[in-house]
């Protein structure tokens, strides 16, 4: 029988910017991702995004999926959910087919509904 202890299960697989670190720069991932730091620049991600509620985005999001919190400037694009959660501060431009906001939360700007 083998044990082999280091294999992740399909899936799980995700990145992420732990806080303290600072990226300057685009991003591009095609595994989940998550944001506890600060990131300057575009993140482009084919699974879901989660920007923690310590963390700081400038710059623009795409996804498939996106949990928000913490402060963002910049506009989000995904092809399926955004969740603006109560800690989230967010200024900018929204395209999405869903959107689902806590109460709490602070967003300004505009929110394009898609099919």
């Known amino acids: 029988m083998l044990k082999n202890k280091n294999i ?4 799980s697989a995700h990145n992420v910017i732990t806080a303290g670190t ?3 720069g685009d991003i591009k991932a095609e595994e989940d991702f998550r944001i506890d730091g600060r990131v300057e620049g575009t993140i482009d991600c084919a699974g879901k ?3 923690g509620p310590d963390a700081e985005v400038i710059g623009n999001i795409y996804c498939n999926n996106a ?4 402060k ?4 989000i694009e995904v092809q399926e959910t955004v969740s603006l959660k109560h800690q989230v ?3 900018g431009e929204i395209i999405t ?4 906001i806590e109460s709490g ?7 394009k509904m898609q099919q």
């Open 8 to 11: 992740a299960p399909a899936g």
């Open 22 to 24: 600072i990226i300057k």
């Open 49 to 51: 995004v989660i920007v």
């Open 67 to 70: 949990d928000l919190m913490g």
């Open 72 to 75: 963002i400037r910049g506009n």
């Open 89 to 91: 501060n967010l200024t």
């Open 97 to 100: 087919k869903f959107l689902d």
């Open 105 to 111: 939360a602070i967003f300004n700007g505009v929110c």
